[in-house]
């Protein structure tokens, strides 16, 4: 089973402000890593696929970059609506896994 | 507009079975993969189990395998779960969710998700 490691934990920034969150696999998934973002109550939303493409109708200052077993999501400026928790997740073989998340909080 | 649907959560005791249901619309059902992924209270998400379009193809997490089975009936629109000699650590809520790529040879994104159904297993 492929290990998925975010970091930070938490993340604590203002509004504006630009947002780097890291996932490290413990194997090369390739690209194939996604981003997603949940709110409280609120079922995840698919953010980035293929580790670097948007999915429908996400905002361009959302963007996913890396490749084998390092990756990044970066939010470019931080609106308010930013303020979740986001989940990374690899597909390999029909065995999915996704990271523990982190928390973008308001300083 | 696609929409999910759970149903058939519930309080449980360890040992038993609990069989759920995942009602689609919206699009062509039996073009893409489908997938349960759970989050147990307070956690991040596990995905639990996938199958593909055409059910040539399925995958179970380690925690689960052996014990729960993925189906989905194309002509009814509708994937399940049958979740036996459940444990208290199987508490979750449980999502359905879409893949992304019709007709994927690989799935595993998901892209629409349902609100999900809550099992709870306790004595």
């Known amino acids: 089973e492929i290990v998925l490691t975010q970091s930070p934990a938490t993340l604590s920034l203002s509004p504006g402000e630009r947002a780097t969150l890291s996932c490290r696999a413990s194997?090369?998934?390739?690209?194939?890593l996604a981003w997603y973002q949940q709110k409280p109550g609120q079922a995840p939303r698919l953010l980035i696929y293929d580790a670097s493409n948007r999915a429908t109708g996400i905002p361009a200052r959302f963007s996913g970059s890396g490749s084998g077993t390092d990756f990044t999501l970066t939010i470019s400026s931080l609106e308010p609506e930013d303020f979740a928790v986001y989940y990374c997740?690899?597909?390999?073989?029909?065995?999915?896994?996704f990271g523990g998340g982190t928390k973008v909080e308001i300083k | 507009e696609v929409q999910l649907v759970e149903s058939g959560g519930g309080l449980v005791q360890p040992g038993r079975s609990l069989r759920l249901s995942c009602a689609a619309s919206g699009f062509t059902f039996d073009d893409y993969a489908m997938h349960w992924v759970r989050q147990a209270p307070g956690k991040g998400l596990e995905w639990v189990s996938g199958?593909?379009?055409?059910?040539?193809?399925?995958g179970y997490a380690d925690s689960v395998k052996g014990r729960f089975t993925i189906s989905r009936d194309n002509a009814k629109n509708s994937l399940y779960l049958q979740m036996n000699s459940l444990r208290a650590e199987d508490t979750a809520l449980y999502y359905c969710a879409k893949d992304l790529v019709v007709v994927a040879d690989n799935p595993g994104y998901f892209d629409y998700w349902g609100q999900g159904t809550l099992v709870t297993v306790s004595s």
């Open positions: 199958i593909s379009w055409n059910s040539g193809s399925i």
């Open positions: 997740q690899q597909r390999s073989n029909f065995l999915l896994t």
């Open positions: 194997q090369s998934v390739s690209s194939y």
